[in-house]
């Protein structure tokens, strides 16, 4: 579902999480076209997170890295806090 969903969103999750849902009959089924960009937007979806998990596995194996500095990298203003500016 994180995948397919951002699970930061608490409110998105939700909404969509708990519509509806309909039943397709088993002879229905999408245009190839949209199952074909559906299936490769999956993909891409899938590869970001294995290199987005990857690179928080170089970053945290580092000793010179700490979340702080990851923090401090983001917080330009120095605010304390990201907010929208900051991101």
Known sequence: MEV?????DVYLR?????RPSF???PSAS????IERELA???VLEMEYHIKLNKIKA???SRKEW???MGFKAVDRYREGF???NSI
């Open 30 to 33: 999408l245009h190839p076209e």
């Open 40 to 42: 490769r937007l999956l």
């Open 4 to 8: 397919m969903l951002c699970c930061d």
């Open 23 to 25: 039943d397709c009959p």
């Open 66 to 68: 700490t979340s702080l």
């Open 82 to 84: 990201l907010g929208f």
């Open 14 to 18: 939700s909404d969509v999480t708990q």
């Open 58 to 60: 170089n970053l945290t």
